[in-house]
Nanobody, 124 residues
Framework: QVQLVESGGGLVQAGASLRLSCAAS????????MGWFRQAPGKEREFVAV????????YYADSVKGRFTISRDNAKNTVYLQMNSLKAADTAVYYC?????????????????WGQGTQFTVSS
């Protein structure tokens, strides 16, 4: 059974940095692209970033480009989201997702497995 468990959420001030982690219990983790999505209160879930199987390809939403960095450690079955220069607009529940596609796009339908999410709040 596939499980994705996010961690690292909490409360930070605007301008701070934070790293989210997602531990995946997937037998073939290195054959899954990994993505991060977020859902702010009253809004739909939106794409944040994706990283390919090998980690060589990444893609970001315009709203986080230059501030967030997605990375993965296939030896640890873990994907990370380093977030810098945080803004109040980044406040959301952050979800980790896995896709059996090598390099999926920003549509949630391209992802096969989802974590439960971790809450993250930026105070201004």
């Amino acid at each position: 059974q596939v499980q994705l468990v996010e961690s690292g959420g909490g409360l930070v001030q605007a301008g701070a940095s934070l790293r989210l982690s997602c531990a995946a219990s997937i037998r073939t983790f290195s054959s899954n692209a990994m993505g991060w999505f977020r859902q702010a209160p009253g809004k739909e879930r939106e794409f944040v970033a994706v990283i390919s199987w090998t980690g060589r390809s990444t893609y970001y939403a315009d709203s986080v480009k230059g501030r967030f960095t997605i990375s993965r450690d296939n030896a640890k079955n873990t994907v990370y989201l380093q977030m810098n220069s945080l803004k109040a607009a980044d406040t959301a529940v952050y979800y980790c997702a896995a896709s059996q596609n090598y390099y999926p796009g920003p549509k949630s339908s391209e992802y096969d497995y989802w974590g439960q999410g971790t809450q993250f709040t930026v105070s201004s």
